[in-house]
Nanobody, 119 residues
Framework: QVQLVESGGGLVQPGGSLRLSCAAS????????MGWYRQAPGKQRELVAS???????TYADSVKGRFTISGEDAKNTVILQMNSLKPEDTAVYYC?????????????WGKGILVTVSS
């Protein structure tokens, strides 16, 4: 199976920056996609950004131009650099990995990490 370890959340003032990291480990053949989702209180979980094994990226419209996702293939790690943070970015951020542990891809989730943007 796949284990995900997230780090980098915390409290930051509006306009500030944070860097989230997620490292995948365990028994899997390959990773198809890694990404970050977030869930604010009273709202549904939503995609923030993702990156495929081929390097293709997807971003939510609300974070385009402010957040950057990147992957460190050798370390099975995905990084989310968050700049110009806004109070509406406050949420629990979840790492998501789609990996092949057998012939079909499976979805894995981290435990979540809190990001609070407040003055």
């Amino acid at each position: 199976q796949v284990q995900l370890v997230e780090s980098g959340g915390g409290l930051v003032q509006p306009g500030g920056s944070l860097r989230l990291s997620c490292a995948a480990s365990g028994s899997f053949f390959s990773i198809e996609r890694m990404g970050w989702y977030r869930q604010a209180p009273g709202k549904q979980r939503e995609l923030v950004a993702s990156i495929t094994s081929g390097g293709s990226t997807t971003y939510a419209d609300s974070v385009k131009g402010r957040f950057t996702i990147s992957g460190e293939d050798a370390k099975n790690t995905v990084i989310l650099q968050m700049n110009s943070l806004k109070p509406e970015d406050t949420a629990v951020y979840y790492c998501n990995v789609v990996a092949f542990v057998d012939v079909t891809p499976s979805n894995y989730w981290g435990k979540g990490i809190l990001v609070t943007v407040s003055s």
